[in-house]
Nanobody, 122 residues
Framework: QVQLVESGGGLVQTGDSLRLSCTAS????????MGWFRQAPGKERKFVSA????????SYADSVKGRFAISRDNAKNTVYLQMNSLKPEDTAVYYC???????????????WGQGTQVTVSS
């Protein structure tokens, strides 16, 4: 089992920045990829970004490229999502998840956090 706890969400204005954190505990050696997904009300959960714990190689959805940056601190078992130039369309619940393979589909990730709300006002 892997437990994930997200933090850092909040209410901000257009153009502001937020940094989300996701700390993993438990059998973390069993998974190599950490992903961030987001889900707006009435919409499907969508891929935002992912990173390999071992290599640090990252990937991003086109909608956030150039604005969001994912990073990890292996010593703290924590992955961060730095979100800059936030837009109202970034409003969603943000979830972190871990999986054994890199993927943009939620089904590929086995363990999920509880989510943290990000609201961007115009």
């Amino acid at each position: 089992q892997v437990q994930l706890v997200e933090s850092g969400g909040g209410l901000v204005q257009t153009g502001d920045s937020l940094r989300l954190s996701c700390t993993a505990s438990g059998r973390t050696l069993s998974v190599d990829y950490m992903g961030w997904f987001r889900q707006a009300p009435g919409k499907e959960r969508k891929f935002v970004s992912a990173i390999s714990w071992s290599s640090g190689i990252a990937s991003y959805a086109d909608s956030v490229k150039g604005r969001f940056a994912i990073s990890r601190d292996n010593a703290k078992n924590t992955v961060y999502l730095q979100m800059n130039s936030l837009k109202p369309e970034d409003t969603a619940v943000y979830y972190c998840a871990t999986g054994a393979v890199p993927s943009i589909t939620p089904q590929a990730y086995r363990y999920w956090g509880q989510g943290t709300q990000v609201t961007v006002s115009s």
